[in-house]
């Protein structure tokens, strides 16, 4: 399986933006690009997803390389509340179902994202 | 509209006991997955349902067994608990490329 890297940590002050990093070097060309968060004593919890675009939705924005050896989360506006680990993770697709994800989704260590008020 | 849950909460079991971890979900997911997570190894998959009456080994399933025998139910069973299967357990449901995952069950085997 495809794996990531991640800082272990990152800190960012409220109402700022935070750009989390994750490299991928070893992705294969039909492996979707995963993020979840999980806050403390919860499970986790879907972000976004993307395959060569870039992606926003309401709680952030995917930017992919366009090698696809790298991604960055970036949560637009840091709260309090966006305190938790990150995962970014990787995704083959099914094998019998058009290219969609079966959702094998291996967690690895994660970037913890401390919030400064 | 529930989503994903999970029973029980919490549960202290000793060596050689049995027992079963439910998982519901009400959005007509077919496919369903239960992981563990342990304290710096992230979530690993147990084993992974494509659909009712299906059931598939993930990457540590030894020690567990499975059943899905309706759509919205996923058991988890461990039928000779050990110390090493203490843990924080979360199922999960999918609808493409999104995975919904419950509040988890937190099991300690003494």
């Known amino acids: 399986d495809a794996k990531t890297t991640q800082p272990n940590s990152m800190e960012s002050n409220e109402e700022e933006p935070v750009h989390l990093p994750c490299n991928h070097s070893t992705i294969s060309g039909t492996d979707y690009i995963h993020w979840y968060r999980q806050l403390p004593s919860q499970g986790p919890e879907y972000v976004i997803h993307?395959?060569?675009s870039n992606v926003n939705n309401r709680m952030a924005s995917l930017a992919i390389a366009e090698d696809r050896k790298s991604s960055t989360l970036i949560l637009h506006r840091a709260t309090l509340r966006d305190a938790a680990v990150y995962y970014c993770i990787l995704s083959s697709p099914r094998p019998n179902a058009g290219g969609t994800s079966y959702g094998k989704l291996t967690f690895g260590q994660g970037t913890i994202l401390t919030v400064h008020p | 509209n529930a989503g994903v849950t999970q029973t029980p909460k919490f549960r202290v079991l000793k060596t050689g006991q049995s027992m079963t971890l439910l998982c519901a979900q009400d959005?007509?997911?077919?496919?369903m997955y239960w992981y563990r997570q342990d304290p710096g190894m992230g979530l690993r998959l147990i084993h992974y349902?494509?659909?009712?009456?299906?059931?598939a080994k993930g990457e540590v399933p030894d020690g567990y067994n499975v059943s899905r025998l309706k759509k919205q139910n996923f058991l988890l069973g461990l039928e000779s608990a050990a110390p090493s299967q203490t843990s924080v357990y979360f199922c999960?449901?999918?609808?493409?490329?999104?995975?919904?995952f419950g509040p988890g069950t937190r099991l300690t085997v003494l």
């Open positions: 349902s494509v659909g009712e009456g299906t059931t």
């Open positions: 993307g395959l060569t």
């Open positions: 959005m007509n997911h077919e496919y």
């Open positions: 999960a449901s999918s609808y493409l490329e999104t995975k919904f």
